[in-house]
């Protein structure tokens, strides 16, 4: 790739998350001048939070036609870049630079090391090696534009310092998600400002806050292999199965991050939103009545309140018996047939009213964001400025947990960065 005269770089990148590094490097192997530039005083702030501090790399599904599944309505758009470089690819790039990898349950792909600063330096050194510069602690204060024959392009990017030029520029500011790391949305204000349409963005794989005041109770309590329901006017909009966690005001845990997702896309005011939560999703209603009058035949003379907590978490089956209305002390010969069949319906349907998430400063992904329309999904570039491209969260695309949303990151990053190639 050819550098204008006048022009220090062929490509700046601004933001130094998975995305932009990711871009910022292949973009530096095809020869191109490259700087990458980030707000903060450090890259990757946000990834070394990753899976609790280990980052969850990618998902180890590698039959593009499932994965892209995961990713909604908006999945398609990824079809072509992870057929260039989808989970595969990813743990064969991760393993030339050194870093091993492991396929753990349900698919989520770690370090070997369990550690997120492993692939961040990882990823600084694939920069280096590619001379890559790198300017940290940069404000970015938006594009200089110009036009030439009537099309709008950008000209650099102004800094406090002063306007930086070159001749393409890859966009990869992220979302809204995490504001403390970094991520407050600035790239939304500058792709308006080229003309792009940027649908409203929405936290998601956020804590879900509750109506209940019981919660406060449960708070600290983890549930496993249950089966949670969101519910919408009484109709099941979705579910998830696996562990969630109370919280002081409400729920967390992978299946609550995940119908968070759901959430955003189906919120209408006026709806009413509830969780059913099921505590024995391996039996149905019958058989764990069943199970339970068995239960009660053996231990007549025991207090309820002694025999549920073998059933569920001692909090919760304290919680059981207040929202049923059943004396802790009363024995179980004593429990009526009403009563056991509350239970029953508790252990099965325990429903909490939805509020709503916490919002963008606890969610991890922001939902939204540059519509996908007015970008090519083969090489990341916008149809309205053709010398910008995009990268990352900052694009209408999210997934659920488990590294779906890096591999977000990753191969768009990468078709980003591998377009200047035949530049």
């Given at each position: ?277 099921d505590l024995k999703p391996e039996m149905d209603r019958n058989e764990l009545d069943a199970s339970i009058q068995k239960d009660f035949a053996r231990n007549i003379n025991k207090d309820i309140a002694n025999y549920l907590p073998e059933l569920v978490p001692q909090k919760i089956a304290k919680i059981i018996l207040h929202l049923a209305g059943i004396p802790a002390e009363k024995k179980i010969n004593n429990i ?88």
């Amino acid at each position: 790739m050819k550098n204008s005269s006048n022009k220090e770089y062929d490509v700046i990148v601004i933001g130094g998350g998975p995305a932009g590094m990711m871009a910022a490097g292949k973009a530096g192997e095809t020869g191109a001048r490259v700087l990458l530039v980030e707000k903060n005083e450090q890259l990757g702030r946000k990834l070394l939070l990753t899976g609790n501090g280990r980052c969850n790399i990618t998902h180890a599904e590698f039959d593009n036609n499932e994965l892209v599944k995961s990713f909604g309505k908006n999945g398609k758009f990824l079809f072509s870049a992870l057929s260039v470089f989808g989970p595969e690819k990813v743990m064969e790039f991760f393993s030339d630079l050194g870093v091993a990898t492991k396929i753990e349950k349900g698919g989520k792909v770690f370090p070997v090391s369990d550690n997120a600063l492993d692939v961040l330096q990882a990823l600084e050194k694939y920069l280096k090696k590619n001379a890559v510069e790198v300017m940290t602690g940069a404000n970015v204060l938006g594009f200089e534009m110009k036009k030439s024959n009537d099309i709008k392009k950008i000209k650099g990017v102004r800094l406090d310092s002063g306007i930086i030029l070159a001749d393409k520029f890859i966009l990869a500011t992220g979302g809204k998600s995490y504001p403390a790391t970094g991520s407050t949305g600035d790239g939304y204000v500058w792709a308006r400002e080229c003309g792009h349409e940027i649908i409203n963005p929405q936290p998601v794989l956020a804590p879900i806050k509750t109506q209940e005041i019981w919660v406060k109770e449960a708070q600290g309590v983890s549930l496993k292999n249950i089966k949670i329901s969101l519910m919408q006017n009484d109709n099941k909009i979705g579910f998830q199965s696996g562990d969630l966690i109370f919280t002081h005001f409400g729920v967390s845990g992978p299946v609550i991050l995940n119908l968070s997702r759901t959430l955003a896309e189906l919120e209408k005011k006026d709806d009413q939103f509830f969780l059913s939560i099921d505590l024995k999703p391996e039996m149905d209603r019958n058989e764990l009545d069943a199970s339970i009058q068995k239960d009660f035949a053996r231990n007549i003379n025991k207090d309820i309140a002694n025999y549920l907590p073998e059933l569920v978490p001692q909090k919760i089956a304290k919680i059981i018996l207040h929202l049923a209305g059943i004396p802790a002390e009363k024995k179980i010969n004593n429990i009526t047939k009403k009563e056991r069949l509350d239970i029953v319906s508790l252990l099965k349907d325990m429903r909490l009213g939805v509020i709503g998430n916490t919002g963008f400063a606890q969610a991890m992904v922001t939902k939204g964001g540059v519509n996908l329309k007015e970008v090519n999904p083969k090489n990341m570039q916008s149809k309205i400025v053709p010398n910008l491209f995009l990268a990352g969260e900052i694009l209408d695309l999210d997934g659920p947990t488990g590294g779906y949303n890096l591999q977000i990151c990753w191969s768009t990053g990468y078709s980003a960065g591998t377009s200047f190639a035949n530049s």
